[in-house]
């Protein structure tokens, strides 16, 4: 289970430093909320990853088909495989018609 970390904020969780330095008013109404404006939510995510060196062409994900054999207690948010350990599990690309 995932557990905010004591003192992080809005639906980012950010440390009050992270939001003095990342937070951002997207919609021009004069506040940085976090809590309940989607369009400063997402702006504010998305300055604090381009002030971080992302890169718009980096890959973040893959949509993938998983077969239905898989146990699901293999996966999960804290799961982490290489790209080869996953295909050895049978996990595919979604484009990839094979599975």
């Known amino acids: 289970?995932?557990?905010?970390?004591?003192?992080?904020?809005?639906?980012?969780?950010f440390m009050p430093s992270?939001?003095?330095?990342?937070?951002?008013?997207q919609d021009g109404d004069g506040r940085k909320d976090l809590w309940g404006n989607l369009a400063?939510?997402?702006?504010s995510a998305a300055n604090y990853l381009h002030q971080n060196g992302?890169?718009?062409?980096?890959?973040?994900?893959?949509?993938?088909?998983?077969?239905?054999?898989?146990?699901?207690?293999l996966f999960g948010l804290e799961t982490r495989k290489s790209l080869s350990a996953?295909?050895?599990?049978?996990?595919?690309h979604r484009a990839d018609a094979s599975v």
Do not use: H, I
């Open 54 to 73: 992302w890169r718009e062409d980096q890959t973040w994900g893959r949509r993938v088909r998983v077969p239905d054999s898989l146990n699901s207690a």
């Open 40 to 43: 400063d939510v997402f702006g």
């Open 18 to 25: 992270s939001f003095l330095k990342y937070a951002v008013d």
């Open 86 to 92: 996953w295909q050895a599990l049978g996990v595919r």
């Open 1 to 13: 289970k995932c557990a905010p970390a004591l003192g992080a904020m809005g639906q980012v969780q």
